[in-house]
């Protein structure tokens, strides 16, 4: 059970900001809620991860809600290379739980 | 700095064969995780290791799946008897001591049984 929710695509035009959305109302004080992404053919790739604040790195920001119970993957400026399946889970250190994730298509 | 590195990268084997994958963690990682991933499905955890310790394989199957990870040299995810539904794409991961998470992925290895 990967106790997070996530839509199953999404679409995006090439250099528009894309919002990935992700649910996990059961999350408890203790869990980071990490983000990946997996391109085709490839191996996961870390994306980001935070625990309440909201991160920001060169890949992506990281806005979690007060609440934390839902959090939003942001990609500033979407390019071609950001088609991949996006996972959002909940976990700490140990076995991270993938569910199906996001497939996120950009559209030239 | 290398990454994860995982051999094969592409394994056939027929029914009744053992299939071998190995996983070298990044320099200075001393845990290491496996994970499976059937076609067109998300990824499946199956083993957590530290060096010389299983630390969490509930993800295993309870039969002909074996996971190792020695003292000195790769981790190793060993399947006996391999059946038609054991093939997928086998993802090692590695992570530091005293990381927060984060999981560094191999490339993985991808085992067709015919």
């Known amino acids: 059970d990967a106790k997070t929710t996530q839509p199953n695509s999404m679409e995006s035009n090439e250099e528009e900001p894309v919002h990935l959305p992700c649910n996990h109302s059961?999350?408890?004080?203790?869990?980071?809620i990490h983000w990946y992404r997996q391109l085709p053919s490839q191996g996961p790739e870390y994306v980001i991860h935070?625990?309440?604040s909201n991160v920001n790195n060169r890949m992506a920001s990281l806005a979690i809600a007060e609440d934390r119970k839902s959090s939003t993957l942001i990609l500033h400026r979407a390019t071609l290379r950001d088609a991949a399946v996006y996972y959002c889970?909940?976990?700490?250190?140990?076995?991270?739980?993938f569910g199906k994730g996001t497939k996120l298509s950009v559209k030239p | 700095n290398a990454g994860v590195m995982q051999n094969p990268r592409h394994l056939v084997r027929r029914r009744g064969q053992e299939a071998r994958l190995r996983c070298s963690p990044m320099?200075?990682?001393?845990?290491v995780y496996w994970y499976r991933q059937l076609p067109e499905e998300g990824l499946k955890f199956m083993v957590y290791?530290?060096?010389?310790?299983?630390?969490?394989e509930s993800g295993m199957p309870k039969e002909r799946f074996s996971a190792e990870f020695p003292k000195e040299g790769p981790s190793i995810l060993r399947i006996q008897q391999v059946v038609r539904g054991d093939s997928a794409a086998y993802f090692c991961?590695?992570?530091?001591?005293?990381?927060?998470?984060?999981?560094?992925f191999g490339e993985g290895s991808r085992l067709t049984v015919l």
């Open positions: 991961a590695s992570s530091p001591p005293k990381g927060t998470g984060e999981l560094f």
């Open positions: 059961t999350i408890s004080g203790t869990d980071y």
């Open positions: 935070g625990l309440t």
């Open positions: 889970i909940r976990g700490s250190q140990g076995n991270l739980i």
């Open positions: 320099k200075g990682h001393s845990h």
């Open positions: 290791l530290q060096k010389e310790n299983i630390i969490d």
